[in-house]
């Protein structure tokens, strides 16, 4: 087991939020849609948004110049518009005042819209990643139409063929007669896709970089209670963000050297007006009132995500600096953004360790030679294999006899894929391996991957250091400990167990000294926890300066077969007009 040697992690200062967080970005653009490319994208991004980042393009990375950089990918866009009959279901209110579904037959124009986007911001000058994410989405416009449903033709007497054809026929006519119908659907639905371009960003950006909202004043106090109180900060945060219906007041202690924030109230709005700053106060409101009336600072935000967990300037003195070289088996079966999605994937696996930085550019790897700088230390390298669809995998499975007998039956969707990556990591002239099953599907422009559990048993366990160290104890009976605050590399969860022992050579039949289990989170790396057994060990360990080494509880979230992280797949950010994959899973 590695000793940890934490070092003062500082939140970012509460500076003034009128000064602007410069971020370049660069576009890889594909799509040749003039009015759905990158590049207009990016011109409504510069446009609409109003808030506390500026935007700088740039052609490539090496011309970067601002603290942050913003890569975006895109695949050609595809758009188009149908004319449609088809029996849906709805839900309406009966005379009794009670829900029921309905079946009707909707005519009218339905337009498709496809597109896949790829973001990775950079801190520019380490070339680390901070964050990755998917847009994509697969979206419908539908408008009714009387001119569909009298034009409609018959299938009376028709092959399917013909039928087809005769629907393709009136859609021609229609179209011609009726441009403005096609044209202004996918006039909305081109909107909608930057205006979804734009807020991701924002969302996303302003939860990378931005100092959190802060309480500054009262706005209401009733005898020795607050009831309102004004917050401050960048208009990016949406402070809503943050619950349902209350949002956390955090107040921040020191712990030893470290920052620990504890929810010492909730706010919600009681206001219409979107754009006021006053929240009312709900739980604590004489304790708000005396934190506010000394002073201590109380932001609003989220605990778990403070400090701000993969910014440099919040992680520790000794770092891994780790890059990922992926290879192919077969390229051609891969799109360029395919590639790009696959290397997003294996480096959100290792943000968020506060001694980890995943390089996003690695000169020894790029043979870039504008600097002779060797940015990683650590390289894992990826081979992907070519991708097996799933009639291939079940008929083999079937056996030759079985197969023969049955080649014409279908057995399985052939768009769904499975490839399966090969890791091998050199580390101390040892050399540890992984291999992991990927699946996906193929959409029209790229391959989407759906499922996938990135277990690296041996090259977690190489690297990733699943223990804590105990900074203080909290809580002492009678000479046993109670609670305790202890701090970690990876990010901390409510409810983890961890195992104390007094030698490093831990194996199965080493006896442990105490198990605790983490009560709250105080911040990212800092949580409170509470002693399950082994109180009396604790504590006599502590006052004798015993060395005490730590290992998570098998089955928890680091397990004796390492580190599982595992995608949420498609969450919707705002509505369900996009979705945002997201790599970089909350822990």
């Given at each position: 087991?590695?000793?940890i040697?934490?070092?003062?992690?500082?939140?970012?200062?509460?500076?003034?939020?009128g000064?602007?967080?410069?971020?370049?970005?660069?576009l890889?653009?594909?799509?040749?849609?003039?009015?759905l490319?990158?590049?207009a994208l990016?011109?409504?991004?510069?446009?609409?948004?109003d808030?506390?980042?500026?935007?700088?393009?740039?052609?490539?990375?090496?011309?970067?110049?601002?603290?942050?950089t913003?890569e975006?990918?895109?695949?050609?866009?595809t758009?188009?518009?149908?004319?449609?009959?088809?029996?849906?279901?709805?839900?309406?209110?009966?005379?009794?005042?009670?829900k029921?579904?309905?079946?009707?037959?909707?005519?009218?124009?339905?337009?498709?819209?496809?597109?896949?986007l790829?973001?990775?911001?950079?801190?520019?000058?380490s070339?680390s990643?901070?964050?990755v994410?998917?847009l994509?989405?697969?979206?419908?416009?539908d408008?009714?139409?009387?001119?569909?449903q009298?034009?409609?033709?018959s299938?009376?007497?028709?092959?399917?063929?013909?039928?087809?054809?005769?629907?393709?026929?009136i859609?021609?006519?229609?179209?011609?007669?009726?441009?403005?119908?096609?044209?202004?659907?996918?006039?909305q639905?081109?909107?909608?896709?930057?205006?979804?371009?734009?807020?991701?960003?924002?969302?996303r950006l302003?939860h990378?970089?931005?100092?959190?909202l802060?309480?500054?004043e009262t706005?209401?106090?009733?005898?020795?209670k607050?009831?309102?109180?004004?917050?401050?900060?960048?208009?990016?945060?949406?402070?809503?963000?943050?619950?349902?219906?209350y949002?956390?007041?955090?107040?921040?202690?020191?712990?030893?050297?470290?920052?620990?924030?504890?929810?010492?109230?909730?706010?919600?709005?009681?206001s219409k007006?979107?754009?006021?700053?006053?929240?009312?106060?709900?739980k604590?409101?004489?304790e708000?009132?005396?934190?506010?009336?000394?002073n201590?600072?109380i932001?609003?935000a989220?605990?778990?995500n403070?400090p701000?967990?993969?910014?440099?300037?919040?992680?520790?003195?000794?770092?891994?600096?780790?890059?990922?070289l992926?290879t192919?088996?077969?390229?051609?079966?891969?799109?360029?953004?395919d590639?790009?999605?696959?290397?997003?994937?294996?480096?959100?696996?290792f943000l968020?360790?506060s001694?980890?930085?995943?390089?996003?550019?690695?000169?020894?790897?790029?043979?870039?030679?504008?600097?002779n700088?060797?940015?990683?230390?650590?390289?894992?390298?990826?081979?992907?294999?070519?991708?097996?669809?799933?009639?291939?995998i079940?008929?083999?499975?079937?056996?030759?006899?079985?197969f023969?007998?049955?080649?014409?039956?279908?057995?399985?969707n052939?768009?769904?894929?499975?490839?399966?990556?090969?890791?091998?990591?050199a580390?101390?002239d040892?050399?540890?391996?992984?291999?992991?099953?990927?699946?996906?599907?193929?959409?029209k422009?790229?391959?989407?991957?759906?499922?996938?559990?990135?277990n690296?048993?041996s090259?977690?366990q190489?690297?990733?250091?699943?223990s804590?160290?105990?900074?203080?104890?909290?809580?002492?009976?009678?000479?046993k400990v109670?609670?305790?605050?202890?701090?970690?590399?990876?990010?901390?969860?409510?409810?983890?167990?961890?195992k104390?022992?007094?030698?490093?050579?831990?194996?199965?039949?080493?006896?442990?000294?105490a198990?605790?289990?983490?009560?709250?989170?105080l911040s990212?790396?800092?949580?409170?926890?509470?002693?399950?057994?082994?109180?009396?060990?604790?504590?006599?360990?502590?006052?004798?300066?015993q060395d005490?080494?730590?290992?998570?509880?098998?089955?928890?979230?680091f397990?004796?077969?390492?580190?599982?992280?595992?995608?949420?797949?498609?969450?919707?950010?705002?509505?369900?007009?996009?979705?945002?994959?997201d790599?970089?899973?909350?822990?």
């Amino acid at each position: 087991m590695k000793n940890i040697y934490v070092v003062l992690l500082s939140l970012i200062t509460m500076g003034s939020y009128g000064q602007q967080y410069a971020v370049d970005v660069i576009l890889n653009k594909t799509s040749t849609d003039q009015s759905l490319n990158l590049d207009a994208l990016f011109d409504h991004l510069n446009t609409n948004y109003d808030g506390c980042l500026e935007f700088i393009r740039v052609d490539r990375f090496n011309n970067a110049q601002s603290p942050y950089t913003l890569e975006i990918w895109d695949t050609p866009f595809t758009i188009g518009t149908k004319i449609l009959r088809e029996t849906r279901i709805k839900e309406v209110v009966n005379k009794n005042n009670q829900k029921q579904e309905k079946r009707y037959v909707f005519n009218g124009f339905q337009t498709r819209t496809n597109y896949h986007l790829n973001f990775r911001l950079i801190e520019t000058q380490s070339r680390s990643v901070l964050d990755v994410f998917n847009l994509s989405g697969t979206f419908l416009l539908d408008e009714e139409s009387e001119i569909v449903q009298e034009s409609w033709p018959s299938a009376s007497g028709k092959s399917t063929i013909e039928y087809k054809k005769a629907i393709k026929e009136i859609e021609d006519i229609i179209f011609d007669e009726y441009p403005e119908v096609p044209d202004n659907l996918e006039s909305q639905a081109r909107d909608k896709i930057k205006s979804a371009f734009t807020n991701v960003i924002k969302i996303r950006l302003s939860h990378a970089l931005l100092p959190p909202l802060y309480v500054s004043e009262t706005a209401k106090v009733k005898g020795d209670k607050v009831k309102e109180v004004i917050y401050e900060g960048c208009n990016d945060i949406d402070v809503t963000g943050f619950g349902m219906f209350y949002y956390p007041f955090l107040s921040n202690k020191k712990v030893g050297d470290f920052d620990a924030y504890t929810q010492i109230s909730k706010g919600y709005v009681n206001s219409k007006d979107e754009t006021s700053k006053v929240l009312g106060v709900r739980k604590n409101e004489k304790e708000l009132l005396v934190a506010m009336n000394n002073n201590e600072e109380i932001i609003i935000a989220d605990v778990e995500n403070l400090p701000q967990r993969n910014l440099n300037a919040n992680k520790d003195e000794e770092l891994i600096d780790l890059s990922i070289l992926l290879t192919y088996e077969n390229s051609s079966a891969f799109t360029s953004f395919d590639k790009k999605s696959l290397l997003l994937l294996f480096q959100a696996h290792f943000l968020n360790y506060s001694n980890m930085r995943v390089i996003a550019y690695d000169t020894m790897i790029n043979n870039d030679s504008e600097t002779n700088e060797k940015i990683s230390n650590t390289i894992i390298n990826v081979h992907i294999s070519d991708m097996l669809d799933t009639k291939k995998i079940n008929k083999a499975k079937k056996g030759l006899s079985k197969f023969l007998k049955e080649e014409d039956k279908d057995l399985g969707n052939p768009r769904d894929r499975f490839m399966y990556a090969t890791l091998s990591l050199a580390l101390d002239d040892d050399i540890y391996e992984d291999k992991i099953e990927l699946q996906g599907f193929y959409t029209k422009n790229v391959l989407q991957i759906v499922s996938s559990t990135l277990n690296f048993e041996s090259i977690n366990q190489a690297i990733i250091d699943d223990s804590v160290v105990i900074i203080e104890t909290d809580k002492v009976e009678k000479d046993k400990v109670k609670t305790l605050y202890v701090r970690s590399f990876a990010p901390m969860q409510d409810g983890k167990k961890y195992k104390f022992y007094d030698t490093p050579n831990i194996g199965k039949k080493t006896k442990s000294l105490a198990e605790i289990k983490i009560k709250d989170v105080l911040s990212s790396y800092l949580g409170l926890a509470e002693v399950k057994d082994g109180d009396k060990n604790l504590y006599k360990a502590l006052n004798s300066d015993q060395d005490l080494y730590s290992k998570i509880n098998t089955g928890g979230f680091f397990g004796s077969d390492g580190f599982k992280n595992s995608f949420k797949g498609y969450i919707s950010v705002s509505k369900p007009d996009y979705r945002v994959y997201d790599y970089n899973r909350k822990r």
